[in-house]
């Protein structure tokens, strides 16, 4: 097996055919980028990290807002619910659960019988 080649599928030269950030993973010598012999010049290295950093603070940015938007107040105005609340609540929403589920099984049978008396 040639050095750089993985479970004998032979390594790929990076050529100028894969993007930069390719050449890096594609090389079976991937420390010469590093060493600053060959490889993408200085430039393109700082072009790539100045994106990324770009990217990075467009991300904090969004994250950082979070608290701050239209829906902060409802959200520092909320407040953990007393049991008998929590308990109504539920029994309410599983009321809605049954009847959901019991005509989603009505429809279910109907058609079961449409068919069936269709000769389907």
Known sequence: MRPGSVRGVPAR???KTFPRWA???LDPDPL???SGVGGP????RSGFLD??????H????????IGKGRYARVLRMARKPEPEEYHHTSNVVLVGI???G???FAIFLFVTWLLRLMGA
């Open 98 to 100: 049954a009847i959901v």
């Open 32 to 34: 010469k980028y590093w």
């Open 51 to 56: 994106r990324a950093w770009k990217a990075q």
């Open 58 to 65: 467009a991300i904090e940015k969004r994250f950082n807002s």
């Open 23 to 25: 050449r890096l993973f």
């Open 102 to 104: 019991g005509i989603g």
């Open 13 to 15: 030269s990076p050529d």
């Open 41 to 44: 010049s200085m430039s393109e």
